[in-house]
């Protein structure tokens, strides 16, 4: 039986990036991507089921009809 699910992943962490001006969101994006960043703890949030594929037993069926 297989099941998915979706969810958020929420990661918490620092950066220190050397610059002679303050770096924008999107440098900072670029910076945290390319693998530079310390991430101290992750949390995951909304877990959801969203397309099970299980099928109904037959038990199930014949109640239904």
Known sequence: ??????????NYGSITIESA????RD????AIMEGNAYF???EYKDI????????KSNKER???R
């Open 21 to 24: 001006t303050t770096p924008s």
């Open 40 to 42: 101290k703890d992750t």
């Open 27 to 30: 440098e900072v994006i670029d």
């Open 1 to 10: 039986m297989e099941y998915n699910f979706s969810f958020k992943e929420i």
């Open 48 to 55: 959801r089921l969203y397309d099970p594929s299980r099928t």
């Open 62 to 64: 014949d109640i239904e």
